[in-house]
């Protein structure tokens, strides 16, 4: 059986899970047909590694034990060990085949995960903000401020949808109206630049909170992404205008993703944060600032932006990829360890 045939064929049942620097999120597809049968969530700190989490979370729940995993991570795939960013467990594929009985493991970027989830959205798994229509097999683009800003394109080619991660929320993010050039000065630079991840993740709000307490002469000390919204709900006039700003430069990286893969199969914002803030992505400010793109303004228009409301969008990306391999183009090379393949011909 040659590489290109194990890679798009998976032997079920199929665990797929969404792993966080906080917590870990579990679930299984039976079979090609069958619906994504949620597992539970458990804290990463409450366990010592991934595989005894599994044991304590999974397997309890099923008769059947998991013959092949599939695992979003969040940050790059290199090598046999695989640290989390911001948790102290390392995936160790080949431990994980040995300890728990699988046939293979496939690990993936979270955001990845998540636009594997775009093509099967519908009804209330999406929440439209302004305009536009949803061109059929068209790209799409899905963008999340959550912890950081992630990022990542669906695109579809020769009758397939290809997956493309990157760090497109490590772009620039400028000033535009007379109103950012006001607050810009005001913002804490990291390596001499402002790029979007500064502004527009949990770590980032903060910082752009300090910059519009400065420039309103109206100090807050808002440490938290929560203590922000919350301050907005109560209408703390510095919390209001942080988030004002917030969605608006989060409508111009949405906007500049969009122009990049020419998005027409729509824009989709996740991650943490975005349901925090819905009323200031519908107030009108986000979606002015998506599409004032000159000279394509009228083309802008016409892309579709969403809120994703499905409550698990990676492990949906992921189900959907083990139910129909086949429908997407997924680059496996040293992502993909089974459990009869030596390591020197992954």
């Known amino acids: 059986m040659s590489f290109s045939e194990r890679s798009t064929t998976f032997a079920y049942p199929v665990l797929v899970a969404d792993i966080g620097g906080t917590n ?28 005894s989490a599994i044991r304590e979370v999974v397997l309890p729940e099923t008769e059947t034990r998991p013959r092949t995993a599939i695992i979003a991570v969040a940050g790059p795939v290199t090598g046999d060990a695989i640290p989390l960013t911001n948790a102290a467990w390392v995936i160790e594929p080949l431990k994980m085949i040995a300890d728990l009985g699988l046939e293979q493991v496939i690990v993936l970027n979270d955001f990845e995960a998540q636009a594997l989830a775009l093509p099967g959205y519908d009804g209330s798994d999406i929440e439209q903000v302004g305009s536009g229509a949803v061109r059929a097999n068209s790209a799409k683009f899905v963008l999340g401020p959550g912890t950081g800003l992630g990022a990542a394109a669906m695109i579809f080619a020769a009758g397939t949808w290809i997956p493309v991660p990157g760090e497109g929320g490590h772009v620039e993010l400028g000033p535009v109206t007379p109103e950012d050039v006001d607050i810009w000065p005001h913002i804490e630079r990291f390596g001499g630049r402002i790029g979007a991840e500064q502004l527009l993740s949990g770590t980032g709000m903060p910082r752009l909170a300090r910059a519009v307490g400065t420039w309103m002469k109206a100090e807050r000390s808002f440490e938290t992404p929560a203590s922000i919204t919350q301050a907005a709900d109560d209408n703390d006039p510095v919390a209001v205008k942080t988030l004002e700003v917030f969605a608006r430069s989060l409508g111009r990286v949405a906007g500049d993703c969009a122009l990049t893969v020419l998005a027409r199969g729509g824009v989709y914002l996740t991650g943490g944060i975005t ?21 394509h303004e009228t083309l802008m228009a016409k892309i579709p932006t969403f809120i994703v409301r499905h409550p698990d969008p990676a492990l949906e990306g992921l189900a959907s990829y083990a139910r129909d391999p086949q429908a997407f183009a997924v680059d496996l090379q040293g992502r993909q360890w089974m459990a009869d393949l030596p390591t020197a011909k992954r």
């Open 24 to 51: 870990a999120r579990f679930a299984l597809v039976d079979d090609s047909n069958a619906a994504t049968r949620m597992c539970g969530k458990t804290a990463t700190a409450g366990h010592a590694d991934i595989s």
């Open 275 to 295: 349901p925090r803030i819905t009323r200031f992505l519908q107030d009108g400010g986000f979606r002015s600032a998506f599409e004032a793109k000159a000279p």
